[in-house]
């Protein structure tokens, strides 16, 4: 993989999957084809910018918002385990934001003195940056090597395995998997399949089926974090595609569909009104309480990720919960 610079700043082992030029007609393709479906829809990765990754940071503090506590809770209790079944030589984290859970990883494989790289990957630029900065500081000694991309693209693209060799953790955490819907899952799964050797692991963190009235409280907080969150894709639109979008003009909307086990997250406009998408050439017309999809949100059982798992050929290793139940953490091998 080439080095690239990010701005006029050279960064040190930062490889640019995504460059700024390729994340905006990525984004103008995804947007169009999005804003002129019925319904209207936009992929969630389009949340996170700088402001964006932030306020999902700020949400993984919530009361209501359990997530982020359960997986820790299960890392806390597993990571030695994980560490020492995986002797992992590379940690390779999709999605990574600001790893603040992974460091309960990275103690665990420093301790049993196996690792020597991490991998922070993720589509937002600053995300990456702060992160491998972050660790670097952390952990002298690991190699940190942030790489910018789309896990939905580039997975084939991942590090291989060190000159020094020694077995890879692809690790997905915090139940992004459940941003996906189930064809892109499929696929993704089989994408990191084909690219897992021998001897390497793939940790998943995934939220579970629960009762709606929770799942409702996660995804409706009481402070308003989550409508900053969701609309923040507005402010995205505006910036990158030249778009006039008002976000006063619109609503969050959040629920629990237990018949599709998904949370299915929208905005919905409260007025009908025309917005002008310059950078598509679109004037885009939303009718009075016309919903645009911005997320769905899937929750799991076991035997529904067996399922999916075993059907891209990964083998079950290893499946816990926290104690309440609420979210798994899976070990899988080629
Ligand atoms: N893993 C962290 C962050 C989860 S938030 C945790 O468990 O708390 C989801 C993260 O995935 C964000 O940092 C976002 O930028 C990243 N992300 C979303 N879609 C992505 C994509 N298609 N490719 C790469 N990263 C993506
Ligand atoms: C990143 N992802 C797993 C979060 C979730 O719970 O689906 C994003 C989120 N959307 C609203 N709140 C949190």
């Not at 299915?264 to 007025?271: G, K």
């Not at 679109?282 to 309480?289: D, K």
Request: hydrophobic letters at 45%.
């Amino acid at each position: 993989m080439v080095r690239r610079s990010v701005g006029n700043v050279l960064v040190p082992k930062l490889d640019v999957l995504l460059e700024e030029n390729e994340r905006v007609a990525l984004l103008r393709s995804e947007a169009r084809r999005g804003l002129l479906s019925r319904p209207k829809a936009l992929p969630p990765k389009w949340f996170y910018d700088a402001r964006g990754s932030t306020l999902f940071e700020a949400i993984t503090r919530l009361p209501e918002y359990y997530l982020t506590r359960r997986e820790r809770e299960i890392l806390d209790a597993r990571a030695g385990e994980i560490a020492r079944r995986t002797r992992a030589a590379t940690l390779i984290e999709l999605g990574a934001g600001s790893a603040e859970k992974t460091r309960v990883l990275l103690n665990a494989l420093a301790e049993a003195r196996t690792l020597n790289r991490f991998v922070p990957f993720d589509v937002c630029v600053p995300a990456v940056h702060d992160t491998a900065a972050a660790i670097r500081g952390e952990y002298p000694g690991l190699d940190v090597h942030g790489v910018v991309g789309d896990f939905q693209r580039h997975v084939e693209v991942l590090p291989r395995p060190a000159l020094a060799g020694g077995p890879r953790l692809i690790a997905f955490l915090g139940s992004t998997i459940g941003n996906l819907d189930a064809a892109e899952r499929a696929h993704f799964f089989t994408a990191l399949r084909r690219i897992l050797a021998p001897g390497d692991f793939f940790l998943l963190g995934a939220d579970l089926v629960k009762d709606k009235a929770r799942l409702d409280a996660a995804y409706n907080d009481a402070a308003g974090v989550t409508v900053q969150f969701n609309k923040n894709v507005l402010r995205v639109l505006n910036r990158d595609l030249d778009a006039a979008f008002d976000e006063s003009r619109f609503d969050h909307v959040a629920g629990y569909d237990p018949a599709r086990q998904l949370v299915d997250i929208r905005l919905r406009a409260r007025v009908s009104h025309v917005v002008p998408v310059r950078g598509l050439d679109l004037m885009v017309a939303f009718s009075a309480g016309e919903e645009m999809r911005t997320e769905i949100s899937t929750k799991f059982t076991r035997a529904g990720l067996e399922r999916a798992l075993v059907a891209a050929s990964f083998q079950p290793a290893e499946f816990w919960t926290d104690g309440a139940g609420d979210f798994s953490l899976s070990l899988w091998s080629a």
